[in-house]
T-cell receptor, first 110, second 110 residues
Framework: QKEVEQNSGPLSVPEGAIASLNCTYSDRGSQSFFWYRQYSGKSPELIMF????GDKEDGRFTAQLNKASQYVSLLIRDSQPSDSATYLC??????????FGSGTKLNVKP | EPEVTQTPSHQVTQMGQEVILRCVPISNHLYFYWYRQILGQKVEFLVS????????KSEIFDDQFSVERPDGSNFTLKIRSTKLEDSAMYFC????????FGQGTRLTVV
């Protein structure tokens, strides 16, 4: 069974701080990695995707991938209360099938 | 921003009845997916559809489930004989480089 593991949280950070979300995966064949944000009762919304080892930045968000260690992380700089949501990590090897983690609940306190 | 549209937003059905959930994916996308999310649980992959045929399906996607793309635009998920445990949010998604989820259909089986 291919697993994607995330700490369920909640992760609480003060407004303006950096939130660090982590995800590990079991399938070494995984090639593409996605971070989604899901507000309660809503559908997942893509934040970032990353394919290559290293960092990828998009605004306040940075995704970090380390295939050797089989982890991918998401950093949110200058966290805002509106960032409070559940963050889902998803992986795929060939776009035929995606595996999702259970998500980490982030709580940004004003 | 392109959109994936799902209908209905909420469907209540009696156990044993057939339901059809509808999705209009983004037209130039290549991969289409159905996922489900039972309340409080992780997003689970059901099936992927590429080049007008199923490319992969999960163990959840048994003979009670079927998918079609009848007219080149709509993408449907049929559940032939619903069970109580089919109650969940069902999401359609489409992928080119980015992935987009529809708003979901909340299916309640009573």
């Amino acid at each position: 069974q291919k697993e994607v593991e995330q700490n369920s949280g909640p992760l609480s950070v003060p407004e303006g701080a950096i939130a660090s979300l982590n995800c590990t995966y079991s399938d070494r064949g995984s090639q593409s990695f996605f971070w989604y944000r899901q507000y309660s009762g809503k559908s997942p919304e893509l934040i970032m995707f990353i394919y290559s080892n290293g960092d990828k930045e998009d605004g306040r968000f940075t995704a970090q991938l380390n295939k050797a260690s089989q982890y991918v992380s998401l950093l949110i700089r200058d966290s805002q209360p509106s960032d409070s949501a559940t963050y889902l990590c998803a992986v795929t090897n060939n776009f035929n099938k995606f595996y999702f983690g259970s998500g980490t609940k982030l709580n940004v306190k004003p | 921003e392109p959109e994936v549209t799902q209908t209905p937003s909420h469907q209540v059905t009696q156990m044993g009845q057939e339901v059809i959930l509808r999705c209009v994916p983004i037209s130039n996308h290549l991969y289409f997916y159905w996922y489900r999310q039972i309340l409080g649980q992780k997003v689970e992959f059901l099936v992927s559809f590429y080049n007008n045929e199923i490319s992969e399906k999960s163990e959840i996607f048994d003979d009670q489930f079927s998918v079609e793309r009848p007219d080149g635009s709509n993408f449907t998920l049929k559940i032939r004989s619903t069970k109580l445990e089919d109650s969940a949010m069902y999401f359609c998604a489409s992928v080119a480089v980015k992935s987009f989820f529809g708003q979901g259909t909340r299916l309640t089986v009573v």
